[in-house]
């Protein structure tokens, strides 16, 4: 018996496998004891390293770094989703007018590195356009750009994998080609997009950490501050775990919303195949379809 890529493997294979899996583990957990021993020799979990959290102004001004940064993910997620749902239509438009600028764009744009992006926009724009982006638009409008044209190709990359049949079945019905994506192709292909979307959307998050370059107040620009006070104990270690805590926290809420949304699309897939009732109006439509397609046919 064989799978599409590759041979299933047998005992000898996943004996080897089994024991590959579990010497990486061990590596991996030796390696993280390693790390914890060694920060808990140089004194970086020990109370007086800590103290710094403690204080109330502090406390306050990670709040209001780690909400800089929600505010810069959410609008520049918005507006990535945005910018690469337009652009992916563009990308399968028939029209050439419309396709090939489309394409350039998304090409141009997933090519040139983000923080080249950001830099352009605050710095490259001001000076030789003489138009003053605030760093916060400079920070988002770069992120927009980039993860943009990626989720672009990801939306195209997901259109065009469904079955062919699909679409000419929907065209055979009478619908146009606006209903055919709407209706037939886009919710079939976001379920399997859903997963590339998140992690593209983690990536969005993340690099709002690029924002420190050009001095917007998010957490890791906070962090960098605190890290280099004299006064505080140059607290960089510590500061530097409770950023990551926020950031990882952050990333597995994104996951598990996503989790969360993929589940319940299945649950409504199922319910649409097992409930008669909305069995029977999905065929009427059908039905409607056919029959508005039959008279504009004649």
């Known amino acids: 018996m064989t799978a599409v890529l590759y041979d299933v493997p047998g005992p000898k294979a996943r004996a080897r496998n089994l024991g590959t899996g579990v010497l990486g583990t061990l590596l991996v957990l030796a390696l993280v004891g390693f790390v914890l021993y060694r920060l808990t020799v140089t004194g970086q979990f020990d109370a007086r390293v800590w103290e710094w959290i403690e204080y109330q102004t502090i406390q306050v001004l990670l709040i209001q770094s780690l909400l800089a940064t929600l505010k810069a993910f959410a609008v520049a997620a918005v507006l990535s989703l945005l910018f690469g749902a337009v652009f992916a239509a563009g990308r399968l438009s028939d029209h050439r007018w419309l396709n090939r600028p489309a394409a350039v764009i998304v090409e141009f ?24 982006i605030p760093v916060f638009w400079a920070l988002v409008l770069g992120l927009m750009l980039y993860n943009g044209s990626v989720l672009a190709e990801v939306f195209r990359a997901g259109v065009r994998a469904l079955p062919t049949g699909q679409r000419e079945a929907a065209f055979a019905l009478g619908m146009r080609k606006t209903q055919v994506m709407t209706n037939v192709l886009l919710p079939q292909a976001l379920r399997a997009m859903l997963p590339t979307i998140v992690s593209q959307l983690v990536v ?4 709002t950490a690029l924002g420190f370059l050009i001095l917007y107040p998010e957490l890791l620009y906070q962090a960098r501050f605190l890290g280099s006070q004299g006064q505080l104990g140059l607290p960089i270690i510590p500061v530097a775990i409770v950023v990551a805590a926020l950031y990882i926290t952050m990333c597995l809420l994104l996951s ?5 949304l993929e589940r319940r699309t299945r649950r409504s897939k199922k319910r649409l195949a097992l409930d008669p ?8 439509e059908v039905l409607s379809a056919q ?8």
């Open 109 to 132: 744009f997933r090519a040139v590195p983000l923080l080249i992006l950001i830099f352009i926009l605050y710095y490259g724009v001001s000076r030789g356009v003489g138009v003053d």
């Open 291 to 298: 029959a508005q397609g039959g008279g504009a046919g004649v």
């Open 256 to 260: 598990a919303l996503a989790n969360y």
């Open 204 to 207: 969005v998050l993340k690099d």
């Open 277 to 284: 009732k909305i069995k029977g109006e999905a065929e009427s």
